[in-house]
């Protein structure tokens, strides 16, 4: 099943932030972003299987000056356990639906370089590898 986020959903969401994605991250500050979340720009979604929550998806309105309104995902994990049992596709279709009812008609995601089976996984749902780029962070 899946559905938008709940606060309460925070614990097992912060577990799959941490072993699938590798970002270490404390309980209240998923707590306090998904309390946060603007719905006007931006939703979660999770899939959940025998009340146990194994993914999830972030997605926002992405636009730029160049461009037509994308979708952005800017996260989509599922527990090592569950992957290769739809629940990442079903996670994508929830998040096109919502690109679809805000008036956009195109996907946009990042992956690691060295997240080779989520590629592998985006091209099978007809992505396509647009470049390679890096990320530059400077922290203020």
Same mark, same amino acid.
């Given at each position: 099943?899946?559905?938008?986020?709940?606060?309460?959903?925070?614990?097992?969401?912060?577990?799959?932030?941490?072993?699938?994605?590798?970002?270490? +991250?404390?309980?209240g500050?998923?707590? %306090?972003?998904?309390?946060?979340?603007?719905?006007?720009?931006?939703?979660? /979604? $999770?899939?959940?299987?025998?009340?146990?929550? $194994?993914?999830?998806?972030h $997605?926002?309105?992405?636009? $730029? #000056?160049?461009?037509?309104?994308? %979708?952005?995902?800017?996260?989509?994990a599922?527990?090592?356990?569950?992957?290769? +049992?739809? /629940?990442?596709?079903? #996670? #994508? &279709?929830?998040?096109?639906?919502?690109?679809?009812?805000?008036?956009i008609?195109?996907?946009? #995601? &990042?992956?690691?370089?060295?997240?080779?089976? %989520?590629?592998?996984?985006?091209?099978?749902?007809?992505?396509?590898?647009?470049?390679?780029?890096?990320? /530059?962070?400077?922290?203020l």
């Open positions: 099943m899946v559905r938008k986020i709940k606060s309460t959903d925070c614990e097992e969401v912060r577990k799959i932030c941490i072993e699938e994605l590798g970002y270490e +991250c404390e309980r500050f998923i707590e %306090a972003r998904i309390n946060e979340l603007d719905e006007s720009r931006e939703a979660v /979604f $999770v899939v959940e299987t025998d009340n146990q929550i $194994v993914g999830f998806v $997605v926002e309105k992405y636009k $730029v #000056l160049y461009c037509e309104d994308m %979708a952005n995902i800017l996260g989509l599922v527990a090592e356990d569950y992957q290769r +049992c739809g /629940f990442g596709k079903e #996670l #994508l &279709n929830e998040a096109e639906q919502w690109a679809r009812n805000n008036g008609d195109m996907l946009r #995601l &990042n992956s690691g370089m060295k997240r080779t089976a %989520a590629h592998k996984f985006y091209r099978a749902m007809d992505f396509l590898d647009e470049k390679d780029q890096k990320r /530059f962070i400077k922290r």
